[in-house]
């Protein structure tokens, strides 16, 4: 059972930054990629990014729309961590951000259902 431990998370100002981490427990043989959702009050759970464990050195990321331009994630493949770093913030990107980690195809890797192990989740809040 892989466990997904997310960091980062806070209050920061319109325009601002803020970077999240997430260190999965158990080998990459559970999964081939992570990702980052973000769940906002009385919304759906949605998509914000992934990478694949593969791809060379930094890995095939994906971004939804909303955030491209404005968020990246890397990898660190030995220590089993992710990063999501989030520039230019603005309040719409309030929400709950879960890490998540799977073995995705291309279909499924925007949906929940792609990815079987999910960590607890940080808020982050973006305000004046």
């Known amino acids: 059972q892989v466990q997904l431990t997310e960091s980062g998370g806070g209050i920061v100002q319109p325009g601002g930054s803020l970077r999240l981490s997430c260190a999965a427990s158990?080998?990459?043989?559970?999964?081939?990629?992570m990702g980052w959702f973000r769940q906002a009050p009385g919304k759906d759970r949605e998509f914000v990014g992934s990478?694949?464990?593969?791809?060379?050195?930094?890995?095939?990321?994906y971004y939804a729309n909303s955030v491209k331009g404005r968020f990246t994630i890397t990898r660190d493949r030995a220590t089993r961590t992710i990063w999501l770093q989030m520039n230019s913030l603005t309040p719409e990107d309030t929400a709950v951000y879960y890490c998540?980690?799977?073995?995705?195809?291309?279909?499924?890797?925007?949906?929940?259902?792609?990815?079987?192990?999910w960590g607890q989740g940080t808020q982050v809040t973006v305000s004046s």
């Open positions: 990478i694949r464990w593969s791809g060379g050195s930094r890995g095939n990321t």
């Open positions: 998540a980690a799977g073995r995705p195809i291309l279909s499924t890797l925007a949906t929940i259902g792609g990815y079987p192990y």
């Open positions: 158990e080998t990459t043989t559970e999964f081939n990629a």
